[in-house]
């Protein structure tokens, strides 16, 4: 129980960081990009340790520049950059998550994309505009994620279900059949606790809602935003879905065992189910969310960004470019399995010939929005998960929106 | 060893607070003040610097500053520069007893201390007790059995108590399948969430509480006991009248040592519950955690820290009044 002593110190230290450094230098000389240079990059989890080999083919086409990638960790990525930004010790580049694109832009510590070099046409729509404040755009998409619908066919067969759910009503058909056929749940859906937003948001869009409105509003208790509440809930209230969450619990076994043949996730699942459950190979099946209005599924991913201070900014633009390409982009896909963001790669022959559920994906992509950046999207997020913890309880979801829409009000604006 | 404690007020706990009250007096307060400044003490000093430097650096400075920024707004703009920081006098004190969140976090956190420091400390007393007098094979065996989840890392033990507590394929789950009982999910009810942590924490921190109490038991001369039995003690009697008072310091610093512990309980809802379901095991430090690093509102987590120390520092000088030593 000393994590509490540690964390108030840790608090405190970064305190102290920024008071002790806050006279320190900023800005600094600009360097053209062919000179010679070295340009540190942070990039998160896997794709940290992943990002070198790309990199080197990048330094073997620019002899000057020595890329330096450091892998940081995503659970302690947000204070590292908080304090390096304090610190004003930034990286000159960083892969930046999208939901906290809003915070960093707020904190004004990223450098606005030259938008002559970087097209916005050339990348999935979404993507792109998770980037974007106030008609700047601030990151550059890298990859992407989008939710899509993983169900057992095999399972569905038996329940006597032989046609992929495309519609809400359908997903809900399939549920029950798959309860009644002897599964433990008709579906996966996280009810509570950090990150049930993402079970939720893609019914909110396939509403027709959105999580901010218009007017710059959040739209949280819109006649869109109740029915994707009163729709979520519904696989709780008829017990098709487990009320209860324990932090991290995994689908992929009760996938496997079709305890749970049916979940919502993003692409990196089929690699996952691939390795852990490989008996289920062709018994699962990847399809587009099911769709009230329409089909809409939401972007995840991650973009390029180049710091405010950084001295080297030639040369990130540089870099950002050969890793936005399409050719880069499909290796990318090949050594990491993440989505392109740039829309040409998908006719590079890698992704081409990539199978069924990245097709699925690609037209995910189309038609899915973004998660709009906001600064206290933690928060926001955060107030979307107590509601949608009470309304999984049986809240009433009218009333819970309600509520959710003014604590949400209070942190947008 | 003998009963005799510091006089009344003094805060020092434990076996080493034997303070014969004769060597004071013969000294004044003022000499020994110069003495303390005095070149024959500089050696002194210069030791204790390094100390000195990191505590102040890293312990004192963080601790004020922590105090000033309770009373700021300090947020996530502010990072870049922090004097920026508006004060907003006692405002964050004021919004923490109107925030639903903090008081449901002092009321578990209440819940989880009341529970879970008895229970410990009854069970540690109870161990070292068992282990002192009654087994004599396998000693070492149980003192490594008993103490080893205090040295293990939370989060092996984070995973070996889901497996356990696991509604579908838990241990608890097994059995009670085997039996044919129904065995809830104890980690997703919101009345067992707590109570289930509650028992893990009292798994986990039973050792240091019996280490303690074994090192108090052996200290216990053995004319005592023999005395006790001569005059016709029974087992129950001996540890009512010679045990528990000899064990009095013992007892006091295990009682405070585990109540501040406990009070500033973390670990176990963060990596278990994540302060769920529905915010039943949220306490105050998870809920400090997550103001101050999820949300950036350093001011208001500031605020709430110095709360929790305000109520640390009364239940200990609480502790320390009640469980003073009456025998001298």
């Known amino acids: 129980m000393t994590r509490t002593k540690s964390v108030s110190v840790a608090a405190t230290v970064v305190v102290t960081a920024l008071a002790l450094t806050s006279c320190g230098s900023s800005g600094g000389e600009r360097v053209a990009a062919d000179k010679k240079q070295t340009l540190t ?19 073997k086409q620019h002899p000057n520049i020595t890329v330096k990638v450091t892998p940081v960790g995503w659970d302690v990525v947000h204070q590292k950059l908080v304090s390096a930004i304090a610190a004003k010790k930034t990286p000159d580049m960083a892969q930046m998550g999208s939901t906290m694109m809003g915070e960093f832009i707020a904190l004004d510590a990223l450098e606005p994309v030259d938008t002559k070099t970087f097209k916005k046409s050339d990348f999935f729509p979404a993507t792109w505009d998770s980037n974007v404040k106030d008609g700047t755009a601030y990151g550059v998409p890298w990859y992407a994620d989008t939710r899509a619908l993983y169900y057992r066919t095999d399972l569905a067969e038996k329940a006597g279900v032989d046609k992929a759910p495309t519609t809400w009503k359908d997903q809900q058909a399939l549920a029950a059949a798959y309860q009644k056929a002897g599964a433990e749940w008709g579906t996966d859906l996280q009810p509570s606790s950090t990150g049930a937003w993402q079970s939720w948001v893609q019914y909110l869009y396939s509403a027709g809602g959105e999580l901010i409105g218009k007017d710059g509003k959040p739209a949280l208790d819109s006649p869109a935003a109740i029915r994707a509440f009163t729709q979520w809930a519904s696989y709780f209230k008829k017990g098709l879905a487990k009320k209860t969450f324990t932090p991290g619990y995994d689908v992929t076994k009760d996938f496997g065992s079709g305890k749970r043949p049916m979940f919502q996730s993003g692409p990196w699942m089929v690699a996952n189910i691939d390795d852990q459950q490989p008996q289920i190979k062709g018994k699962y099946k990847v399809v587009p969310v099911p769709a009230d209005k329409t089909s809409t599924s939401w972007v995840g991913g991650a973009s390029l960004v180049t710091f405010k201070n950084s001295a080297h900014k030639a040369a990130a633009e540089e870099l950002t470019q050969y890793l936005t390409t399409p050719k880069t982009q499909a290796k990318w896909y090949e050594a990491d399995k993440a989505l392109p963001a740039n829309k040409a790669a998908w006719d590079e022959p890698a992704l081409k010939g990539g199978g069924d559920s990245l097709a699925t994906f690609k037209t995910s992509l189309d038609t899915a929005k973004a998660i709009p950046p906001l600064e206290k999207w933690n928060e926001f997020a955060a107030a979307v998960e107590g509601a949608l913890s009470k309304i999984s309880q049986g809240a009433d979801p009218a009333a819970t929106a309600k509520t959710l829409q003014k604590t949400a009000e209070g942190l947008v604006g | ?66 105090l000033l920024m309770s009373f700021t707004d300090f947020g996530l703009r502010n990072v870049t520069d922090p004097l920026s920081a508006q004060f907003v006098g006692l405002d964050n004190y004021t919004k923490l ?198 949300f950036f509102h350093m001011g208001y987590a500031s605020a709430m820290a110095y709360v929790l120390f305000v109520i640390v520092l009364a239940i200990t000088t609480l502790q320390l009044r009640l469980l003073k030593d009456k025998t001298s």
């Open chain 2, 1 to 66: 060893m003998s009963t005799t404690t510091a006089q009344a007020g003094t805060p020092g706990a434990g076996q080493d607070a034997v303070v014969p009250k004769a060597q004071d007096d013969g000294a004044g307060p003022d000499r020994r003040r110069r003495d303390r400044l005095s070149r024959h003490n500089l050696a002194g000093w210069l030791f204790s610097t390094p100390f000195l430097v990191l505590f102040l650096t890293f312990m004192a400075f963080p601790i004020v500053a922590t």
């Open chain 1, 41 to 59: 990059v942070w990039a998160m989890g896997e794709e940290g340790t992943r990002l070198k080999a790309v990199t080197d083919e990048f330094t």
């Open chain 2, 97 to 294: 007893f109107q925030d639903d969140k903090f008081v449901k976090a002092l009321f578990n956190t209440g819940y989880f201390v009341i529970l879970g420091v008895p229970l410990t400390i009854g069970s540690g007393l109870a161990a070292a007790v068992l282990l002192n007098s009654g087994i004599d094979r396998l000693r070492t065996f149980f003192r490594v059995g008993f103490y080893a989840p205090v040295v293990t890392a939370i989060v092996a033990v984070a995973v070996i108590w889901r497996f356990v507590l696991d509604p579908s394929e838990g241990l608890i789950a097994g059995l009670g399948h085997q039996l044919g009982i129904q065995t809830p999910d104890f980690l997703g009810s919101e009345t067992l969430a707590m109570p289930s942590l509650i028992m893990m924490a009292v798994w986990r921190n039973m050792g240091s509480a019996m280490v303690l109490f074994l090192a108090g038991l052996q200290a216990i001369p053995t004319e005592v006991r023999e005395a006790a039995r001569i005059d016709g003690a029974g087992i129950f009697q001996e540890f009512r009248r010679i045990t528990v008072p000899l064990l009095r310091p013992t007892m006091l610093y295990v009682a405070v040592m585990t109540t501040i512990g406990f009070l500033n309980v973390f670990e176990e809802p963060f990596v278990m519950t994540d302060g769920g379901p529905n915010d039943s095991t949220l306490t105050i430090s998870l809920h400090m955690y997550r103001e101050g690093f999820d």
